[in-house]
């Protein structure tokens, strides 16, 4: 039996419905790439510095010491946003296949996709705050050397 029209346009407005959070979706695997992208250049201090920790002065160890702990908070700020920001997408990739699964069994998902949708932006303002808190943590603790002259 072919396809009727009606079975092509409900697979139509499942696209469309879908439409919106794949955008969604791009925009947060773009966010993750940037958080990413963080932990790296956070890792590749954490070694660079624990590498060239022999025959440190105590002021120098101490100063070490001091970042060290500053780099372990940012990594878990920036842990704890790519996790939440990961469990939105995941949540978000569940509510686009609802609402497949709504058009094309004609089931009332409505409360589902709803409160999927909701829990995925939850997840991602959490993501969101804790990649914040991290920025600025950074940009508090960063060293902005100047010139004895001025």
Known sequence: MPPSPENFSDIARAIQLAIVPAFLLTGMAGLLNVMTGRLARIVDRVRALTEG???LTLPEHDAVVFELRIL????????????ASVIA???LCTVIA????EVMLDAPLK???ATLFT?????LVVGLSFFLREVHLAMRSARIGTSESE
């Open 53 to 55: 920790r022999s025959g």
């Open 72 to 83: 372990e908070r940012r990594r878990h700020y920036t842990n704890v946003a790519i996790t």
């Open 89 to 91: 997408a995941l949540l």
């Open 98 to 101: 609802t609402l497949f699964i």
């Open 111 to 113: 409360w589902l996709i």
């Open 119 to 123: 829990a995925a932006m939850a997840a």
